[in-house]
């Protein structure tokens, strides 16, 4: 193209008058030569209204012009396979590894290639020029032929992730990774840049532990930008003053890992997976995710351009076609009067998939509302506290469950009053919760897989009397794990196929796929066991089990499938015979041989079998229902009480050495791995029916270091000590209630505390002592307590004082008393001498802050250092802003700690405090100018960790040198290290 329209004018096309340029080079290429129909093409972008450049993955790489109705018209090649393609006014630049290439549109110049040292990932091209990067350093160039350094100034702890322009600014969104002892936090910030040289920051993220990014999707159209992630979103219509978006059901895609797709007013989300999720503005993302790729007619490739979502394809005569989305979809069949319900009045939003659980229809829906129906008729709406869609809700006999995409959940005992439960990256209760991808719970363990990794065990039989687990396997990017019948079930990336009794340790079975397997569908019979496996590409795998594993294939009657049930002694399918064919639902008395049914106009996104017969649902909240025609009865699957796991052990590592046969086991050699060893040997007599051995477990549960938490099994532990008559065993069990159930009246709690006193424990007469209100309980009682309690605890007198220094105390506290809201604020959120009042603590705290109490002040800091990196920023009892007015209030006061904190804080943006370096210098030369040998110190090390302006490594070791005469220690020692000599003024 480029050679053929070398005479178009640039003016023209910078006008962009595409449609008139293409039209008049389609008329050029009319007579000219083309080249062999169907070359290889394996990436498509877009260029400009109505065309589209396509490459192979080859080196050299031949690049193509692609337009609708014409074969692939090679443009030249460039010095690699292009990373990224991106515009810049008439010209366009290619990268990739070690090269840029840049095409002048008007045909004036061949493609010019360039040798640029480098793995170029990035680019982003306006009327500017462009800017390349590598995710650590960047380039700028105005015309793609000469580069300079340019970008955002990364670290060894920054990455540049994404690299988008529009409206004449250059915007990056890069990542930042800090190690607060030994605990990984991920930031994500995005700077901005007008001419691609100079940038600044104008937004920081909060952190999140993990490795998991706040911030991942950055996209511009309409002139509104967006950026969202796992934690936040934000919206700019100037690329420089963001606004925070409500966390709200579809306020940001549900996709994970996702990048943004922007065209012709449309907003397009794509995962790794080619999961496609859309929305109109960028604001609202409540249209369900899809897989374009499975969509009727469609081609291979999908591209969002100028004009939006188009599908292109090359049909085998070498014709580029290109179809819109509405085209390709089919038209809505007529429902079966038959097997129609209609969708409920009270349905609101979108929905996932129909279940049957206790009784039952269950229907979730979006903004955390719950439907539920015993007829398919009246429904009932609940709504929980998960602000977003729910993707799944379980019944194990006992509780609710519900969950969303997002780490959220909430539990219910009457289906009515749900309590929400988030999962903590801190507390991390690996046995009762794991990390989830919402579509996969089961069971009364909410128990799921992550999208990085799980881990299980396997083994074989040491004796009869206790299961050793000697090899443990890493389930690599689970795919599915579910519960059924009575069996924990799950299938990994790579198709491998495991069970297991408890969810602790996992069995393999065999394979169910060998390729990469995207989803899961499940039933079990009462002769066998149906699944159906779907691997990335779209494939469908049949595999039925009448043995041990899912050995035997069975040629599958769908290529896209939509749900599995099993009911009535019959298994049930929806699915489609072709992408192209309407969604079809199956019958099958084996899990072999299937009979096709009847079509149904919409896609399922449910399929179960309950009183009412096949019940099958689409994400609007239509719903389907078929009546199966009588046939003999079979018995189904006869299901037992769901059992209790086992407690899972900690395992602290072996000690291996020698190699081959001189291999060997040292044995235990750390306290750690001692006490692990002894506790195998508790676990095993607590199997046969030891009292102490199973009282002993359950408070290893409870303290959490040598087992999992499994309220559970340590439940039916300390009742059974219970009823044998030990005395700490009612303790225990408060304790385990108060923090496994904490809406547990406080009555039955205290009755607890007194059935061990009552005993003779004498922990239970110290909290009952210290934590019972002196207006709830007879002076006489509390006289009994503290006596039993001083005889066993020689530490409790100096409790005491404390409890009755916080009841001197209150009733100045509440008058508002600043030395004694000091005192009684922490007494209350410790919890460890009067009964726990958090909220009440604070208050008072912040109470003495108002009145500049210094001592309320450092508390607050303290606590503040202690929570945060352990949990995330919003459950802190003090914000990340709150922390630094603390911090700045104290340093205005001289206290050095505060000021040294500050400085370092600012100086490196970490502890949630915004890097802000001319305040940090500030302060810093304030303290040193006063001749402070710390405050010179920290001087240095401002000038010397800075990365603006501020930076000055030669001041920074004059201050040192001065420090070290002054006598600082670590200013003396650093310059030793450094190679200081007596003449700098230090001996070395």
């Known amino acids: 193209m480029i050679s053929l329209c070398r005479r178009w004018s640039p003016r023209l096309i910078s006008k962009g008058r595409w449609l008139i340029f293409v039209s008049v080079c389609l008329a050029r290429l009319a007579g000219a030569p083309s080249v062999a129909p169907g070359p290889v093409i394996e990436t498509v972008r877009p260029l400009a209204a109505g065309s589209w450049v396509g490459w192979a993955e080859r080196d050299p790489t031949p690049l193509y012009l692609l337009l609708a109705g014409r074969p692939p018209l090679e443009l030249g090649q460039v010095g690699g396979v292009p990373a990224a393609q991106v515009r810049s006014r008439d010209k366009v630049l290619w990268v990739g590894r070690d090269f840029a290439a840049v095409g002048v549109i008007d045909g004036s110049d061949p493609i010019e290639n360039h040798e ?136 940001q895609p549900e996709l994970r890992g996702a990048v943004l797709d922007t065209g012709g007013g449309e907003w397009w989300a794509r995962n790794w997976k080619d999961q496609y999720e859309f929305s109109p503005d960028g604001l609202d993302w409540s249209a369900p995710s899809q897989y374009l ?73 979006d903004e955390g509302r719950i439907y539920f129906s015993t007829d398919l008729v009246d429904w009932e709406m609940v709504q929980t506290d998960t602000p977003v869609a729910v993707a799944v809700v379980r019944h194990d006999g006992e509780r609710w469950v519900a969950g969303n995409k997002r780490m959220e959940a909430a539990y219910s005992d009457d289906r009515t009053t749900w309590t929400p439960y988030r999962y903590s990256h801190a507390a991390r209760p690996e046995a009762d919760a794991a990390l989830w991808r919402g579509e996969y719970w089961a069971g009364y363990r909410i128990l799921g897989v992550s999208n990085t990794y799980a881990h299980g065990q396997y083994g074989g039989e040491k004796d009869t009397s206790e299961k050793v687990w000697d090899e443990q396997v890493t389930l690599p990017v689970p795919t599915a794990i579910w519960r059924q019948p009575d069996r924990w079930h799950l299938v990994n990336q790579d198709g491998r196929y495991f069970t297991s009794d408890n969810g602790e340790y996992w069995q393999p079975e065999g394979y169910v796929e060998t390729g990469e397997i995207d989803r899961v569908f499940f039933a079990a019979g009462n002769d066998g066991e149906v699944m159906f496996a779907e691997d990335r590409k779209g494939r469908v795998t049949l595999r039925v089990k009448t043995g041990e594993g899912f050995q035997e294939a069975v040629d599958s009657p769908v290529e896209v499938i939509h749900g599995l049930a099993y009911g009535a002694g019959r298994f049930f399918l929806a699915g489609r015979k072709t992408p192209a064919a309407r969604p079809t639902f199956y019958r099958s008395d084996d899990g072999k041989n299937w009979t096709a049914l009847f079509e149904w106009g919409e896609t399922p996104v ?89 009282l002993e477990l359950a408070f290893v549960v409870l303290e959490g270091r040598y087992a999992t938490f499994n309220p559970w099994r340590a439940e039916r532990y300390f009742n059974a000590a219970r009823a044998a008559g030990d005395a700490t065993a009612a303790r225990g069990y408060a304790e385990l209630l108060t923090r496994w159930k904490p809406e547990t009246p406080v009555t039955t709690i205290y009755d607890l505390y007194r059935e061990s006193a009552a005993r003779g424990d004498g922990a239970s007469a110290a909290w009952l002592a210290l934590k019972l209100p002196p207006d709830r309980v007879e002076p006489t009682e509390i006289a009994r307590w503290r006596a039993q309690a001083l005889e066993h605890d020689p530490g409790f007198a100096h409790k005491w004082d404390w409890r009755e220094k916080y009841y001197a105390q209150i009733a100045a506290a509440e008058a508002g008393d600043a030395d004694a809201m000091a005192v009684v604020g922490p007494i209350l959120i410790s919890g460890e001498v ?118 000055d490594e030669a001041a920074a070791k004059a201050w040192l040198k001065k420090a070290a005469a002054a006598g600082h220690a670590g200013a003396r020692q650093w310059l030793e290290q450094h190679g200081a000599t007596s003449a700098d003024g230090v001996t070395p």
Not at 136 to 153: C, L
């Open 834 to 951: 009067v009964a726990a009042d958090r909220a009440r603590g604070l208050e008072l705290l912040w109470s003495a802050v108002a009145q500049d109490h210094e001592n309320a002040s450092t508390y607050l800091v303290r606590l503040y250092e202690t929570e945060f990196p352990t949990k995330p920023t919003s459950e802190c009892a003090v914000s990340a802003d709150e922390y630094r007015q603390l911090l700045i209030k104290l340093s205005d006061t001289g206290n050095k700690a505060a000021i040294a904190r500050l400085v370092n804080f600012q100086t490196s943006g970490q502890m949630g405090v915004p890097r802000d370096e001319a305040q940090a210098y500030a302060r810093a030369l304030a303290l040193a100018e006063t001749g402070d040998v710390d405050g010179m110190a920290l001087l240095a090390g401002v000038l010397m960790e800075a990365r603006g302006e501020v930076r």
């Open 606 to 694: 449910g399929l179960v079998f309950g009183p009412a017969g096949l019940v099958a649902n689409n994400d609007r909240g239509v719903l389907m229902r078929y009546e199966p025609p009588p046939w003999p009865s079979a018995p189904g699957p006869a299901r037992g009480p769901t059992p209790i796991p086992e407690i899972n052990l900690r395992n602290f590592g072996e000690n291996i050495v020698g190699k081959g046969k001189f291999r060997r086991n040292l044995g235990p050699q750390t306290a750690d791995q001692h006490r692990e060893k002894a506790l195998y040997e508790v676990k095993a007599r607590a199997r046969n029916g030891d009292i102490t051995a199973q």
């Open 293 to 365: 790729h499975t969509t009727a007619g469609a081609g291979p490739f999908w591209v969002v351009g100028p004009e939006g979502m188009r599908n292109l394809t090359i049909d085998a005569d070498g014709t580029v076609r290109v179809s819109t989305l509405a085209e390709l979809m089919h038209a809505p069949a007529a429902q079966l009067a038959r097997t129609a319900v209609r969708r409920p009045e009270v349905f609101q939003g979108t929905f996932a998939a129909v279940r049957f659980e206790a009784g039952y229809y269950v229907m979730p829906g």
């Open 116 to 251: 640029l040292p480098g793995d170029w990932v990035h680019a982003a091209g306006n009327d500017v020029g462009f800017v390349i990067s590598d995710g650590v350093r960047s380039k700028f160039s105005p015309d793609g032929r000469v580069w300079q350094d340019g970008g955002p100034t990364p670290d060894e702890f920054t990455r540049l992730e994404q690299l988008k322009a529009a409206d004449g600014l250059f915007v990056a969104l890069a990542s930042m990774t800090s190690d607060v002892d030994g605990t990984i936090y991920r930031y994500s910030r995005l700077d901005v840049s007008s001419d691609g040289v100079a940038w600044e920051t104008v937004l920081m993220s909060e952190p999140i532990m993990g490795h998991e990014l706040p911030l991942e999707m950055l996209g511009h159209s309409g002139g509104r930008w967006f950026v969202a992630g796992a934690t936040e979103a934000y919206v700019s219509t100037d690329g420089r003053e963001w606004a925070a978006v409500a966390n709200g059901s579809g306020r």
